[in-house]
């Protein structure tokens, strides 16, 4: 229902944008959440279904922007001044529920974005 | 950062039970935000077990259950079966984060 792409090798302090391509409904509030390499979780964006509405973690605050379009089906995450802590594999995901009291459902496969010298 | 605990493994033999703790605190759990649970298979994305507290999405057996109470949450898998084996974790909404929060997650392992 939900296929990342656009990971891939990159150097710390360059860009990478990643793509996620929605096979279905295409209104809801939706998320970007990575998992470092063997370690657990963490939550990066979110954006409403306008677009209106965003979020982010402070982790990525002023170096990530979330985007969609919505006639196309897809969600963006454009990622800048990467660091080597950014490695991780980034899933999008679909937020059910309501502004807090939010669950992810379903999510993507994943794109593997690696930040190395 | 996690900002839930849980514990890093827990372990039982085909067909017992286990719990898997999620230990927040004021911000989060404490302060009444519902509390979900995934299921990541190895090599997979997370998959859904339980949202709001209780709830199992269709599909998921009722072998999986989940509970809360004040700052803590608890998944219990009864039945054990080898295909069981995978990491779990809990997740909510922090309101000093403004943000969602995801548990350290647990390894379940069967014997």
């Known amino acids: 229902q939900l296929v990342e792409s656009g990971g891939g090798l990159v150097k710390p302090g360059g860009s990478l944008r990643l793509s996620c391509v929605l096979s279905e409904r295409f209104g809801d509030y939706m998320s970007w959440i990575r998992q470092a390499p063997g370690k657990g979780l963490e939550w990066v964006a979110k954006?409403?279904?306008?677009?209106?509405?965003?979020n982010y973690a402070d982790s990525v605050e002023g170096r990530f922007i979330i985007s969609r379009d919505n006639a196309a089906k897809s969600l963006f995450l454009h990622m800048h001044s990467l660091r080597v802590e950014d490695t991780a594999v980034y899933y999008c995901?679909?937020?059910?529920?309501?502004?807090?009291?939010?669950?992810?459902?379903?999510w993507g496969r994943g794109t593997l974005v690696s930040v190395s010298s | 950062q996690s900002v839930l605990t849980q514990p890093p493994s827990v372990s039982g033999a085909p067909g017992q039970r286990v719990t898997i703790s999620c230990t927040g605190s004021?911000?989060?759990?404490?302060?009444?935000?519902?509390v979900h649970w995934y299921q990541q298979l190895p090599g997979i994305a997370p998959k859904l077990l339980i949202y709001?507290?209780?709830n199992r999405p269709s599909g998921v057996p009722d072998r999986f259950s989940g509970s809360k109470s004040g700052t803590s949450a608890s998944l219990a898998i009864t039945g054990l079966q080898a295909g069981d084996e995978a990491d779990y974790y809990c997740q909510s909404y922090d309101s000093s984060l403004n943000g969602y929060v995801f548990g350290t997650g647990t390894k379940v392992t069967v014997l």
């Open positions: 954006i409403s279904g306008s677009g209106t509405y965003i």
């Open positions: 004021s911000s989060n759990v404490g302060a009444g935000y519902d």
């Open positions: 709001a507290n209780i």
């Open positions: 995901a679909i937020q059910r529920g309501g502004l807090r009291e939010v669950w992810f459902d379903p």
